[in-house]
């Protein structure tokens, strides 16, 4: 089955640091650009982040921007997020998911969505 | 950035209803408008893109319109599996944007 799955959510304190993995299955991330996306608890979806097939194209959104870094290792079938300088208004299930088309702008629906993993930032 | 605006936020709606839910952009996205359906504690799954094309899978019942900055979401005979939230996304451009969700519930 194809098939995103997030780790490495959890509780961190205010200013702490924390790394999201992404790793597919039955398919190959080498083809896709990749995405973050996350929901506040009770709230709509905010997209974060997004990163081309090779990496050349990266886009974060001014909430995160210069806090967040996002690469991916095709080796590996995975994507991570990079998280530092958390705030408490980062709380949230973070998603990662697969840009349909060749990138996420002007062809890439988001097709394929993992579970989610909850981070809490919370003294 | 383009903001997307969806209408209503909330639905009430009884099993065998049409039910339309609408989306607006700021400024024209094209065609480049994906609906996805939210049940609770699960992620998203995406129903319609391209403004109009059905995703695999998805029953017929759902189908996407429009094109610019207006977009609609008919679902023409509503099922019990279908109350949950929708949202639109465009992904003309990057920031990449969602609507606010409608929730659709049980009238």
């Known amino acids: 089955e194809v098939q995103l799955v997030e780790s490495g959510g959890g509780l961190v304190k205010p200013g702490g640091s924390l790394r999201l993995s992404c790793a597919a299955s039955e398919f190959t991330i080498s083809s896709y650009s990749m995405t973050w996306v996350r929901q506040a608890p009770g709230k709509g979806l905010e997209w974060v982040s997004s990163?081309?097939?090779?990496?050349?194209?990266?886009h974060y959104a001014d909430s995160v921007k210069g806090r967040f870094t996002i690469s991916r290792d095709n080796a590996k079938n995975s994507v991570y997020l990079q998280m530092n300088s958390l705030r408490a208004e980062d709380t949230a299930v973070y998603y990662c998911?697969?840009?349909?088309?060749?990138?996420?702008?002007?062809?890439?629906?988001?097709?394929?969505w993992g579970q989610g993993t909850m981070v809490t930032v919370s003294s | 950035d383009i903001q997307m605006t969806q209408s209503p936020s909330t639905l009430s709606a009884s099993v065998g209803d049409r039910v339309t839910i609408t989306c607006r952009a700021s400024?024209?996205?094209?065609?480049?408008l994906a609906w996805y359906q939210q049940k609770p504690g699960k992620a998203p799954n995406l129903l319609i893109h391209k403004a109009s094309g059905l995703e695999s899978g998805v029953p017929s019942r759902f189908s996407g319109s429009g094109s610019g900055t207006e977009f609609t979401l008919t679902i023409s005979s509503l099922q019990p599996d279908d109350f949950a939230t929708y949202y639109c996304?465009?992904?003309?451009?990057?920031?990449?944007?969602f609507g606010g969700g409608t929730k659709v519930e049980i009238k």
């Open positions: 996304q465009q992904y003309n451009s990057h920031p990449l944007t």
């Open positions: 400024q024209s996205v094209n065609s480049w």
């Open positions: 990163i081309s097939s090779s990496s050349a194209y990266i």
């Open positions: 998911a697969r840009c349909s088309g060749g990138t996420c702008s002007s062809s890439g629906a988001l097709d394929i």
